[in-house]
């Protein structure tokens, strides 16, 4: 996800700029980024969007922008506090990085340097490209919030000026450009004005200097009746006093050049030389826009000299085209570096243990650049000193190829600003980083990239013959450039090749990593990624093979923690060091995320490393960490609900806490495609079998509310099939009666009773009288949908007669039959004895402390009501279900009952009320989307 506003209201996911729709969803988006990481009041929205004019539909608008914003930008739209908050980080967000480019600036001066603060604010000066959310009517641009942040802009053109003059006047060319648009923007702001008038003459604009002055002294007198105040007055006195020095002629203060003897004389022993070092550059580059700009940015204006030290440490996992870049980029930009080009490969993750130490490296670079053998110093210290003073003066590229820490690349570093430095490591090289590196993050590529890059090698002629193909290729690459390459040179040998078979040899997840073998151990995908594994702890290395055993996609901190079997804390730092060296991705805060070929790499390295017993060990863990957590996150959202009894969770699995019916929510959530997978995952295992037929139970309830029946589908298929591999009969169970249940909600009634019947017949083999009663109840439901009433209650009757003969939940389980029964005499039209039916329901979830219950039965009693045209009863039983549902907080059967209120108020007449009620509900359904909402449209339309 990528947001801009310091310009172009724009945003951009997975590489595609997303349609924002109407105005005021795109002030609505603007207000919240704006405000990014900042809870904004609902309230406050309503005021910026309409001000005193806002309709009574005001919020209800809000809801369903929103909704429809976080269809578009995904999980970092989230409630908080009453309104809503944008979770962005500052490579996601423009104004964002601004702000912490104008923070690094300011910690920088406080160290003393003030050449890496200006690189920060020129940087963070390029981010803006406009006036804040351009493109928005002027009226709402011209809100105090925008207004606040457009002044950010000349606060830092300021700044930067300010830092440039305390860095020397061969910096202020630099600032010149954004100071001149940001004096045009900002006319009559003084002190702007005045920095613009002495910059200009300090860089020899005389003549532009004393009509700018002019320009401000006349316009503030002819729109303020103001003279210019001190700053600005004592700027245009300054024009008028005889300078001396270099400045003198209005010429910019630049030294001529660099001082001939700041390098050792060719009598030492060193004949001056020009290197050329650089690897070829790949002629099929392609793709790397986003990177490529960032690094161009990096960069300060040609022809300037005592330009700072830039290092930009380039990183990312093994394969992901690190060195390609950084090989590209150099040959661009070598034209400005004239006096040569110098290149190392580390090997910083060489699996031989091979990697150079600096004085190897620093001999080659000394002897590239002229020093005679004998006039060499033997020492590390010696050696760089001399390095460094050779490059004084001088403008040389070097670029250190697969660095594998800090200490590795320090001494190779020039120490004039007039050299640039392009570090490539899989590490962050944090210290570098520190130090003023800009780091350069690769990713892999999306499906557009690469396409492109096969097409670049392999032409797009041969690509159009096999478009399917092609796509199963980029699938099964994920994005890895290193991977695309390697099938690119495979079929570039045979160009008359099938792509179609290489296709379906990538497909077979088994032997993917050897379908990529190229052969050579420099690009041998397995070989690749183990230099990067060998350099692992022991406990990372461990962490890393037994994520093959995760299912994915994003592994969280106590998932890991299970798989190891320790304590959060103690995994943490493994988690950091996988991350730091791009074997995981933290996407999210504590959500990590491992490339799918870099799991199968793992995968091998588990078959190799770990017994089966560890290995059953761990995944039982895991899965245990996910049953248990997902059980206990059923259990504070309903209380009272049906879930199938477990065994204690193993040792070493961490089962996630919640107190609140809002984390048990986001838990079930944020894990909901961790559970779907895990319970799918290796299929024909049967040592780990019921965990995962119990996990899909646990979780069906939570997916229905959701309406996600097409998940619930696939999910309870996987357990039917796992409990079937197993031979567990209380698994098939289970698994048929969630299946039954799912199918009629999908409305095939023929696998829905034959799922169902199946079911009966396993509870009642297994001796489960609430299984069973539990079936019976969805069969009736299903009789219900066929209009099949009388079959129903018969159901209903063996029901109540089932759960009589089952434990303390039994209870519970007849409170909901008299529901149920109740409602089915609604459908019969025998409303009266609905009436008692719900009320007896009513009573017995109110004794039994279960307001989940009470709350469906009060909605049941309101819609007895209903039919008995008692409407205003009828919309007080179902207020009293709304307050037990919002205080549970279950969004779903809040719309639910919303839209039964809506209902009764149209019967009553109440249009007006019944739209209000009507527009709440869809409010939640759209949020959720839940495909109930399509109902409530054609309500609100009719």
């Not at 920095?195 to 503030?220: D, I, K």
């Not at 800009?438 to 097409?455: F, N, R």
């Not at 290729?473 to 008359?496: D, E, F, K, T, Y």
């Not at 009272?640 to 089962?655: C, F, M, N, S, Y």
């Amino acid at each position: 996800m990528r947001v801009t506003v310091l310009g172009p209201l724009r945003a951009w996911r997975d590489g595609e700029e997303l349609e924002l729709g109407p105005p005021k969803r795109k002030a609505l988006l603007a207000l919240l980024l704006t405000q990014a990481g900042q809870p904004v009041p609902t309230s406050e929205i309503v005021e910026f969007l309409w001000g005193e004019s806002a309709p009574d539909s005001a919020v209800n608008v809000v809801h369903r922008h929103v909704g429809t914003l976080r269809r578009a930008l995904g999980p970092i739209l989230v409630r908080a506090s009453g309104g809503y908050r944008l979770h962005l980080d500052p490579d996601q967000l423009d104004l964002l990085r601004f702000r912490a480019l104008r923070a690094d600036a300011e910690e920088s001066r406080r160290a003393g340097d003030d050449i890496a603060a200006l690189r920060h604010l020129l940087a963070a000066l390029g981010l803006w490209h406009g006036p804040v959310a351009d493109g928005l009517p002027a009226s709402m641009r011209a809100h105090p919030l925008f207004a606040r942040v457009e002044r950010e802009y000349p606060d830092a053109v300021k700044e930067a000026v300010d830092t440039a003059v305390a860095a020397g006047d061969v910096h202020l060319e630099r600032v010149l450009m954004p100071l001149r648009q940001a004096a045009q923007a900002h006319p009559l702001d003084e002190a702007l004005q005045a920095r613009l008038v002495t910059v200009l003459a300090r860089t020899g604009h005389v003549l532009e200097a004393r009509r700018s002055y002019e320009e401000v002294s006349g316009r503030l007198d002819e729109e303020l009746g103001l003279e210019p105040g001190p700053e600005l007055a004592e700027a245009g006195e300054r024009l008028h006093t005889p300078a001396t020095g270099p400045g003198a002629t209005g010429a910019p203060a630049v030294p001529s050049g660099p001082t001939p003897t700041a390098a050792p004389a060719a009598s030492d022993g060193i004949v001056r030389t020009r290197p050329a070092q650089l690897p070829p550059d790949l002629g099929v580059f392609s793709g790397r826009h986003t990177e490529m700009a960032l690094a161009r940015s990096l960069l300060p204006a040609d022809g300037l000299p005592g330009r700072p030290v830039v290092i930009s440490a380039i990183g990312g996992m093994a394969g992901v085209g690190k060195t390609t870049l950084a090989v590209h980029w150099a040959h661009e930009v070598a034209p400005r570096y004239p006096d040569g080009q110098l290149y190392a490969d580390l090997r910083g993750f060489d699996p031989g243990g091979a990697t150079p130490g600096p004085a190897q490296i620093l001999r080659t670079f000394l002897d590239a650049l002229g020093v005679a053998s004998e006039h060499i110093p033997p020492s590390v210290d010696a050696q760089a000193s001399l390095y460094r003073s050779l490059l004084v003066g001088r403008r040389v590229l070097i670029v250190l190829d697969n660095a594998k820490d800090t200490e590795q690349v320090r001494p190779l570093l020039p120490g004039t600003g007039d050299c640039l430095a392009i570090v490539t490591s899989r590490n962050l090289l944090s210290g570098l980083v520190a130090e003023g590196a800009h780091p350069i993050a690769l990713d892999v590529l999306d499906d557009v990239a690469s396409q492109a890059l096969l097409t670049r090698r392999l032409g797009a002629e041969r690509l159009a013959a096999q478009p399917d193909a092609v796509k199963d290729i980029i699938h099964s690459c994920a994005g890895l450039p290193l991977a695309l390459a390697i099938v690119s040179a495979r079929m570039s040998m045979n160009p008359h090749g099938d792509l179609g078979v290489l296709a379906s040899e990538l497909t077979e997840e088994d032997d993917r990593l050897a379908t990529l073998s190229a052969g050579d151990p420099s690009t041998d995908l397995e070989t690749v990624f183990s230099w990067s594994y060998q350099a692992l702890s022991p406990l990372a290395a461990l962490l890393f093979r037994r994520l093959a055993l995760h299912p994915g996609p994003e592994v969280s901190p106590e998932a890991a923690s299970s798989l190891l079997g320790l304590p959060r804390h103690e995994v943490r730092p493994a988690l950091s060091e996988l991350t730091r060296a791009h074997l995981l991705t933290e996407r999210f805060t504590g959500r990590f995320l491992c490339h799918d070929l870099l799991r199968a790499y793992a995968g091998d390295l588990l078959r190799t490393h770990e017994s089966q017993r560890d290995q059953v060990l761990a995944l039982r863990r895991l899965l245990d960490h996910l049953l248990h957590s997902a059980h206990h996150a059923g259990a504070v959202l309903a209380p009272q609900g049906e879930r199938p009894a477990l065994a204690a969770p193993v040792d070493g699995a961490v089962v996630a806490g919640f107190h609140s019916r809002e984390q048990a929510a986001d838990w079930l959530e944020t894990e909901r495609a961790v559970i779907l997978a895990a319970v799918a995952h290796e299929p024909a295992r049967t040592d780990t079998a019921s965990r995962r037929w119990q996990l899909a139970a646990t979780v069906e309830l939570h997916l229905d509310r959701l309406g996600r029946w097409q998940e619930q589908l696939a999910l309870q298929s996987a357990a039917l099939d796992a409990a079937e591999r197993s031979a567990d009969p209380a698994g098939r169970a289970h698994a048929h009666r969630a299946l039954g249940f799912v199918h009629g909600r999908l409305g095939d009634a023929g696998a829905a009773t034959a799922h169902l019947t199946a079911a009966l017949d396993l509870f009642r083999a297994v001796a489960d009288p609430a299984g069973e009663a539990r079936t019976r109840r969805y069969l009736a439901f299903q009789a219900n949908k066929a209009g099949r009433h009388e079959d129903a209650l018969a159901h209903y009757g063996l029901a109540r007669t089932l759960y009589a003969q089952a434990d303390t939940s039994g209870r519970i389980g007849q409170a909901q039959v008299h529901n149920e029964v109740g409602w089915t005499h609604i459908l019969r039209g025998d409303h009266a004895r609905a009436l008692v039916e719900c009320q007896q329901a009513i009573d017995l979830h109110r004794e039994l402390g279960n307001p989940n219950g009470e709350a469906a039965a009060w909605d049941s009693l309101g819609y007895a009501h209903h039919h008995l045209a008692a409407h205003e009863r009828a919309v007080d039983c179902y207020r009293h279900a709304l307050t037990l549902y919002r205080g549970l907080h279950d969004a779903y059967l809040e719309a639910d009952t919303l839209v039964h209120i809506g209902d009764s108020q149209e019967a009553a007449g109440e249009r007006t009320e019944a739209g209000v009620s009507w527009r709440q509900a869809l409010r939640i359904l759209e949020h959720l989307g839940h495909p109930d909402a399509e109902a409530v449209r054609e309500r609100l339309a009719r």
